[in-house]
């Protein structure tokens, strides 16, 4: 690993905390904060001035290190969990922040150079592939592969996904811009689609499941092209 990275901790038995500090440093990292509880770790993160954490998935108890990974997720924050727990529960509800590794205690060095490794290869890989959409005032990273259509409301917009809707205030123009033009098509100049998740297609419309998506004029003839129809 050639770039040196700026480290928050989060763990909640500082033995542990200070023995993974000692680790990073004898790798060459740089730990600029460590945190014990939520709260504090909160704070370090909308504090900035670091470029991955390594969380404890379980904080006095809980499971708090799971909320805390999907906060550096959207702020698109490399992160690896470390934990004394491998229960299926505890697994489920980790994976679905998609973290870069899950390296379980005690550690050795070896665990935590590999984990650092697996992580950065997996946060460039994701980078690639996911948006952050403002909703409120709060962010949401969406994976491309998950949005389904755009509709613009006049100054907002609604995203649908596969298993909701964001509703964001920006324009679809401006949204695009974000988007992978490969993937993600307009169609009107109320709507865009992700082109991989149309169904069907008909002179003045397409499909996407039961929703029907109106093409424009405007559109139809750079649609028809985009998508090969004669």
Request: hydrophobic content about 35%.
């Amino acid at each position: 690993m050639e770039d040196k990275l700026k480290i928050i901790i989060v763990e909640d038995e500082g033995i542990i905390s200070e023995m993974l500090k000692l680790t990073l440093e004898d790798l060459g990292h740089t730990v600029v904060g460590t945190a014990h509880n939520k709260s504090k770790a909160r704070s370090l993160i909308q504090r900035g001035g670091f470029n991955f954490a390594i969380l404890d998935v379980n904080l006095e108890g809980g499971i708090e290190g799971i909320e805390l990974a999907e906060e550096c997720r959207v702020e698109k924050i490399p992160f690896m969990f470390l934990t004394s727990y491998a229960d299926k529960y505890t697994l489920d509800k980790a994976k679905k922040t998609m973290p870069g590794a899950y390296v379980l205690k005690p550690f050795t060095e070896e665990d935590i150079y590999t984990g650092l490794e697996m992580s950065l290869m997996h946060s460039n890989k994701a980078e690639d592939s996911t948006v952050s959409i403002k909703d409120g005032h709060k962010a949401q990273l969406l994976d491309h592969e998950d949005i389904l259509y755009i509709k613009a409301d006049n100054i907002y917009i609604e995203v649908y996904t596969t298993d909701k809707k964001v509703v964001s205030r920006q324009t679809l123009s401006a949204a695009l811009e974000k988007l992978p033009e490969d993937v993600f098509l307009r169609v009107h100049r109320s709507y865009a689609v992700n082109k991989r998740k149309i169904d069907s297609i008909s002179r003045s419309s397409l499909k996407i499941g039961e929703v029907n998506i109106p093409i424009s004029r405007s559109y139809k003839t750079e649609v028809r092209r985009i998508l090969d129809i004669k």
